[in-house]
């Protein structure tokens, strides 16, 4: 595999007060933010990261995941109705049009299903959704609390299951680990990862900035 590492200027590929730019600027910040997720999300192990047990650090990185695609769906929504992009993606050829048109197509259908978890507990913990969940709880929920006495340090495994308890409080708790896998799937279905750097080419080349 052949790659070519290049110094880039950064106020010669985002230009200020070009709002393309901007946008594009947000997106590749979105695209590692999301990358380093899915990877943090399907490690089978990260010993510095699962002090509070795998399952925390996986829900974790499922919650971030949820807000992440949800920035990308309004950044690709604004990008889809700014002329000027629209007039660079044109000049393109059909597989980056195609790939962008993809990618917008994916995220209005995954809209919805997005917005639901980021809203419950992916980008904000709302007080009122824990207090629904803690009234809907199953009293056979429970968890483990850690508690270092040499170091007087703290790790509330149990919140995994509070975590459990908000993204699949219409469940019965049998079914909530199925339910929980079944989530994961249908998300890593959605990534956009061909699309997203298809989108960012676009702007790479419709600039010649590898020219530069």
């Known amino acids: 595999m052949r790659k070519i590492r290049r110094l880039v200027h950064l106020q010669n590929w985002f230009p200020a007060d070009d709002i393309v730019a901007a ?42 995941i949820f807000r992440t695609m949800m920035e990308i769906s309004s950044t690709i929504h604004s990008l889809k109705i700014n002329p000027d992009f629209q007039n660079a993606l044109s ?47 199953s009293p056979e929920r429970t968890g483990f609390i850690e508690y270092d006495v040499t170091r007087r340090q703290i790790n509330l495994n ?31 279905d959605i990534l956009p990862f061909d699309a997203i750097r298809a989108v960012i080419t676009t702007y790479i080349e419709s600039r010649y900035l590898f020219k530069r």
């Open 91 to 137: 000049r393109q050829p059909n597989p980056l049009r195609e790939a962008f048109e993809t990618l917008s197509n994916d995220m209005d259908v995954a809209h919805d299903f997005i917005k639901k978890y980021r809203n419950s507990i992916g980008g904000h913990v709302k007080e009122k959704t824990i207090m629904d969940s803690l009234c809907e709880m």
């Open 158 to 188: 149990f919140a995994s299951e509070l975590c459990m308890a908000v993204f699949f409080d219409e469940y019965t708790y049998d079914e909530q680990l199925k339910k929980a896998e079944e989530l994961m799937l249908k998300l890593i």
């Open 23 to 64: 946008k594009v600027a947000r997106l590749c910040i979105l695209k590692e933010d999301l990358e380093l997720e899915y990877r943090g999300l399907l490690e089978p192990k990260i010993q510095s990261l699962d002090v509070n047990e795998i399952a925390w650090r996986k829900l974790y990185f499922l919650r971030n």
